[in-house]
Nanobody, 127 residues
């Protein structure tokens, strides 16, 4: 059974940084891409960043490019989202997710292509 557990959320002032972690278990982590999504109050969940199983092709939403960095440590079965220059608009619950299909040659930004989700971690950025 695939399980994803996020951590690292919290309250930070505008301009600050946070690093989210997503610990995975239940299958061979290194064979699967990982994605981060977020959902702000009253808004739909949206793609933030994704990384392929090979870690060669990360992808980012335009709103976070240059500020957020996705990475993975296969030895620790963990994906990360480093968030810098945080803004109040980044306030949301952040979710990590992973697809059912292994060794995909691309990073998807489509939620329906991710089959397993974590419980989410709250990120609040104060102005």
């Amino acid at each position: 059974q695939v399980q994803l557990v996020e951590s690292g959320g919290g309250l930070v002032q505008a301009g600050g940084s946070l690093r989210l972690s997503c610990a995975a278990s239940g299958r061979t982590f290194s064979s699967y891409g990982m994605g981060w999504f977020r959902q702000a109050p009253g808004k739909e969940r949206e793609f933030v960043a994704g990384i392929s199983w090979s870690a060669i092709t990360p992808a980012y939403a335009d709103s976070v490019k240059g500020r957020f960095t996705i990475s993975r440590d296969n030895a620790k079965n963990t994906a990360y989202l480093q968030m810098n220059s945080l803004q109040p608009a980044d306030t949301a619950v952040y979710y990590c997710a992973t697809p059912r299909i292994s060794r995909l040659g691309y990073v998807s930004s489509i939620q329906s292509e991710y089959n397993y989700w974590g419980q989410g971690t709250q990120v609040t950025v104060s102005s």
